[in-house]
């Protein structure tokens, strides 16, 4: 499946349940734009996705959120790659290191490769913009201007993929604790 200009974008305002289980006393939901906010800001990512023999495969890497899907860059011939043609299904998680402070967020939809000129080109200005990586966008795709060459000397093109999140979870660190959860 490629996304195009006429992809669908979740609602801005998602149905928000504070899950109390896992929660403070007194706690309320996070509103979702606090948490748009932290996505919008996070530089790393960690995108989990499944394995043909089904083991989890996890891996670092930046994201973008535009037009209401999180978006990432990986080589044709990576294993991340390979997980999400047999299964498109992923999560990407983002936050911290902490346990009393912060906010962590797990993003979870189904990886779609995006091809569509206009949306690389602003993706690749937000790439230069938040984290000063130069993309061309060529072929239906990224291309490193320093990257490396493959095997016919070529740069290699790097696919991009949106994940529309089907369900959002954050994670309120701090008095008071929250477990928020985001359906579209």
Known sequence: MVRGESAVVPSSEPTIELDARFSSEGAKPLPWQTVLVAIEAAE????????SDGRPHVTPLPAMWLDGALHFCTGPDEQKT??????????????????????????EGTAVR???????????AMWMSKLDWPFDVVDGGF????????DS???????????TPSKVLAFGKGEPYSQTRYRF
């Open 143 to 150: 291309r490193d201007p320093a990257g490396d060459q493959g």
């Open 82 to 107: 390979k997980n999400i043609e047999a299964n498109p299904r992923c999560a990407l998680t983002t936050g911290t290191n902490e346990f009393r402070t912060g906010l962590d967020v797990i993003v």
């Open 153 to 163: 000397g070529d740069l290699a093109t790097g696919l991009v993929f949106g994940v």
């Open 44 to 51: 790393i990512f960690w995108l989990s996705t499944v394995r």
């Open 114 to 124: 995006v091809t569509d000129t206009r949306i690389l080109e602003r993706l690749a």
